[in-house]
């Protein structure tokens, strides 16, 4: 049987998850559970054995490996549903694991020569964050249920939109960010041509490049195979001092 790059890629990284966590066990190592019965991984050493068994485990600080990428960190301030700060305020950089930053890149090269770029609205996330949404909306259309832990938890999940190189504004999209209602939907057409050619250019790009859509919320996308990668519940400010 032949497999794509794609296709090969995740098998070998499969291979290397399971060979990551046989290591560990012989080490007489364990992962903590959460209170929802998930294991995570809380500290830089586990994440360092993980990352020597597989590189694109690394986590990738997305201001350096995409320079002119606009952030827009919504739970670093009091602008998103919480209405509170859920990251610590001077977090003003975000991460995501080594191939879903290396998509990001050719998208936004793609998006540049068009005019267009992206924002990110969130990227990264502790998952101590998510069992503190969860809490708030048991809902998992719009927050994961920390039972099954987040794609952004485990660094391959992404919250963004389009603007215009020129002006740095934002596109007109269906809804604005993390609004839980159906004009968020991918399937909801009662929008304005803009919106649903706005949405279109979004989805088909990051479609392009590997990711999946999700279906209730235009903004979010993440890779495929959410299992392959572990979550982690590392502070941001261990992530960026980590080499």
Known sequence: MKYN????????LGCCIIFWSSSLQS????????KYGLEFINTLDIYHSMVAADTLQKMVNLQKKIPNITLDLRYASTNNFMHRRMYPKHVTYTFMRMQAANALLLIQNDLNNQGLG???????RPYSVTEKFWELV????????PKKGSGHNRGIAVDLTLIDLKTGKELQMPTGFDNFSDSAHHDFMQLPDAS??????LKSTMEKYGFIAFATEWWHYSLPDPEKYAVLDISFEALKKNK
């Open 196 to 201: 649903l050619k706005n949405r279109a250019l």
């Open 138 to 145: 048991h809902d998992d259309r719009y927050v994961a249920d």
């Open 118 to 124: 992206l924002k990110i609205f969130d990227a990264y």
């Open 5 to 12: 790059i794609i296709q090969r890629s995740y098998i070998l």
């Open 27 to 34: 080490q007489g190592q364990s992962l903590p559970v959460s």
